[in-house]
């Protein structure tokens, strides 16, 4: 069986850039437009890019039973992602808040790959999973305690962090081998028919139509094409688990960004948190040593 290899900074970096970003534009973008329509055209346009840039490259396309496997991927890991994200932005969720929650994602996926993939975590990785924790409570903590209560937007953001994490192991156990162009057209197409139907159900409409627009373009270039295919391939380096780790380092990065964007001044617990994020994207990424006497199990096939 093939074991997973550290994932590159060349690929971490794009990842963490691409996501972080997301949730201030985001913000930006549920400002202007409604949320699930928002999420529906970014992930509509989003499949017809990657499906043109699939065609043109003659890349191959799921079929049978690895297509479904393919649309219900994507279905966890951007419909209700980026549908329970947009929601709570548009609920009053800040942007930051939103960008904490999903970072929890690499602790929520790593319990679910020991539980359900047999994934072993090193102590390596288990303290680079608790720094990751360590760095979006003193960089945002103090925002989800001003919180008071669980509200709809809280709720929504929760259900995009389950979708994240559960995508992301799906993919990891039945997606293996798939393209990620086709892989990313199809995923986005099939998240884009489901959140397609909350859509057609939610009140509003376009208030600002060159903001929406900018917020989408960025979107959908950066983040559905670029930030799918790095994510993808991350995964398939470096298991469900690794990539996920990378998210540890989002929430001060956004906030960072959040300054010119936003107006959002970063605290000096952002400071911090972008320091303890990284040292934790290292520990969670890094190679771990092969053991002796597994070289000798897998030696003797």
């Keep these: 069986m093939k074991s997973a290899r550290s994932i590159p900074l060349s690929l971490a970096a794009p990842i963490v850039f691409i996501w ?15 949320p699930f329509l928002l999420t529906t055209v970014r992930l509509t346009l989003a499949a017809l890019v990657l499906a043109v840039i699939a065609l043109c ?3 191959n ?14 279905i966890l890991t951007y419909g209700m992602q980026f549908g329970g994200c947009y929601g709570g932005l548009s609920a009053g969720v800040p942007a930051s808040v939103t960008a904490l929650v999903i970072a929890m994602n690499p602790v ?3 319990a ?9 975590l090193s102590r390596i990785r288990l303290v680079g ?3 990751g924790v360590l760095a979006v409570v003193v960089t945002l903590g103090d925002q989800v305690l001003a919180e008071g209560t669980l509200n709809p937007g809280i709720f929504l ?5 389950l979708g994240f ?3 992301g192991l799906y993919q990891q156990r039945c997606c293996a081998g798939v393209d990620v162009r086709t892989g990313g057209a199809v995923q986005s197409a099939a998240a884009a028919l489901a959140v397609g139907v909350a859509a057609l159900l939610e009140h509003g409409h376009v208030t600002h139509w060159a903001q929406a627009t900018a917020v989408l373009l960025w979107l959908v270039l950066a983040g559905s094409v670029v930030g799918t295919a790095c994510y993808l391939r991350a995964v398939a380096v470096g298991g469900a688990s690794r990539a996920s780790a990378l998210f540890s380092a989002v929430p001060p990065v956004s906030a960072l960004l959040a300054w010119p964007l936003l107006g959002e001044i970063p605290s000096i617990g952002a400071v911090l948190g972008i320091a303890l994020g990284a040292v934790a994207c290292v520990l969670g990424t890094r190679r771990e040593p092969v053991r002796e006497a597994e070289r000798e199990q897998v030696a003797g096939g």
């Design 61 to 74: 396309w799921p079929n049978g039973k690895l297509l479904g496997h393919t649309a219900i991927a994507g």
């Design 108 to 110: 929520l996926t790593a």
């Design 157 to 161: 953001t929760m259900l995009g962090l």
């Design 20 to 34: 972080a970003s997301g949730f201030p534009t985001g913000a930006l973008g549920v400002a202007a437009a409604p």
């Design 112 to 120: 679910l790959a020991a539980c359900l993939l047999r994934e072993r």
């Design 129 to 131: 999973l608790g720094l």
């Design 57 to 59: 490259s003659r890349a």
């Design 165 to 167: 994490s559960a995508g």
